[in-house]
């Protein structure tokens, strides 16, 4: 066991993965943060919130032992893509494309959090079930005023971290003024393990593939929609709510998988552009508490694994003399991050700025360029690797 303590606050998935991959590679941790039930999941009733794993990802959960914890029925391999713009502009991507059998899975939060919650406990790692309060030189207080020695912080604890803010490191906000709706749907065709997605004058709408229910066929739709026309859309009455959306999902996708029905209850949160400075003396951030991009690649979560990743690799190779607080240690995992997270978040701002643009020359070129890299096969090779983290 290495003498060094690292306390991880946060819990959810990204909090979880790092406790995980620190303990594995003998660190003393403690990780901090409310421990909310975890049962197990119910036939036919799926998790609001689901995430696109690329293969890095999946490869990364693999090492750390729990891809094999999850329910194979309850994952969906995405194989197939199809982009479209807001006129004839359409991208087709098959993992064929670039010799690979999946561009990535689609999971439940709650399975991740739960088969992650499952190896924390395994590991015997001590988890103090309440909130961070405040950093002392080397020690970390909890709420309750309970005190852990730190030799490192690491701030996994979401878009408001308390780490952040105390450690004083900076960052830098930007609302889209966009609100991403989500809600599961059953629709009339089978996916066939494709995701699809359309830019539109209302936003950026995405359907990915879910296992079928006795209901029929499912999808899960993550709906990037300006504020206005989303709180109008929440603020109806739930019959009225679902036939209106319904009927705005029959408009945009044209009866690409036929009639789409709404089987669970839709959920909104705010979007923004983010990202921090990552470090400060002794302190480490990691997921949202670094950075949060626009979700039209569904590459946050990603992000934020990678960020642990490289941060274990770091402190991990260095050398025995420096002290995982040691700040050319932090260093070197800001550096390793800093191309990666800016080349995602460029990406997705860009997108995002291209596709709000109305004007007729803009949507003409768009849309032309979409049909150009359709017909480039380097291109897609080239966009597979990227939805794949490779």
């Given at each position: 066991?290495?003498?060094?303590s ?11 993965a ?5 303990a ?6 403690t ?9 197990p ?15 890095a ?17 309850r ?41 992650l919650?499952?190896?924390?406990q ?8 309440e909130?961070?309060?405040?950093r002392q030189?080397?020690v ?35 609302p889209y ?24 004058a209302?936003g950026?709408?995405?359907?990915l ?7 029929g ?7 990037s929609?300006?504020?206005a ?6 603020n109806?009455?739930?019959?009225q709510?679902?036939?209106?959306l319904q ?7 044209g ?8 089987r669970?209850?839709?959920?909104g ?9 990552m470090?400060a ?6 997921g ?15 992000l934020?694994l ?5 941060l274990?690799?770091?402190l ?7 002290s995982?607080?040691d700040?050319?240690?932090?260093q070197?995992y ?24 109305q ?9 032309v ?7 480039l096969?380097?291109i ?8 794949s983290?490779?």
């Amino acid at each position: 066991m290495n003498k060094e303590s690292v306390v991880v606050c946060g819990a959810g998935i990204v909090g979880l993965a790092c406790a995980l991959g620190l303990a594995r590679g003998g660190f003393g941790v403690t990780l901090i943060g409310p421990r909310p039930a975890s049962p197990p999941p119910e036939v036919d009733v799926y998790c609001p919130r689901v995430y696109a794993i690329s293969a890095a990802s999946q490869q990364f959960l693999a090492d750390l032992g729990v891809w094999s914890m999850l329910d194979s029925t309850r994952l969906t391999p995405v194989e197939g893509m199809e982009v479209y713009g807001d006129a004839n502009g359409c991208v087709t991507l098959q993992a064929w494309q670039a010799a690979q059998t999946t561009l990535a899975w689609i999971v439940e939060s709650s399975e991740l959090e739960r088969v992650l919650q499952q190896a924390v406990q395994v590991y015997g790692i001590r988890w103090q079930s309440e909130s961070f309060h405040e950093r002392q030189a080397g020690v970390v207080v909890t709420e309750s005023g309970q005190r852990f020695a730190a030799d490192l912080l690491i701030g996994a604890d979401g878009a408001s971290s308390p780490v952040r803010h105390a450690a004083g490191i900076s960052t830098r906000s930007r609302p889209y003024g966009d609100i991403g709706l989500v809600v599961h749907l059953t629709s009339d065709l089978p996916h066939q393990q494709t995701a699809l997605q359309w830019f539109t004058a209302d936003g950026v709408l995405a359907l990915l593939p879910m296992p079928d229910t006795a209901d029929g066929h499912q999808v899960s739709m993550v709906w990037s929609m300006p504020q206005a026309l989303a709180k109008a859309l929440q603020n109806l009455p739930e019959p009225q709510r679902n036939g209106d959306l319904q009927a705005r999902l029959q408009a945009v996708t044209g009866g690409r998988l036929g009639h789409l029905q709404v089987r669970s209850p839709l959920f909104g949160f705010p979007l923004f552009l983010e990202q921090s400075t990552m470090i400060a003396p002794g302190v480490a951030l990691v997921g949202d508490a670094a950075h949060r991009i626009h979700p039209l690649a569904g590459q946050g979560l990603n992000l934020g694994l990678a960020d642990v990743q490289e941060l274990l690799r770091v402190l991990g190779e260095k050398e025995a003399y420096r002290s995982v607080a040691d700040y050319r240690v932090l260093q070197r995992y800001r550096r390793a991050r800093a191309e990666p997270v800016l080349a995602m978040r460029v990406a997705t701002d860009g997108l995002h700025r291209l596709f709000s643009a109305q004007s007729a020359p803009v949507a003409w070129a768009r849309n032309v360029g979409m049909q150009c890299v359709d017909r480039l096969p380097f291109i897609k090779r080239f966009l597979i690797a990227g939805a794949s983290g490779r």
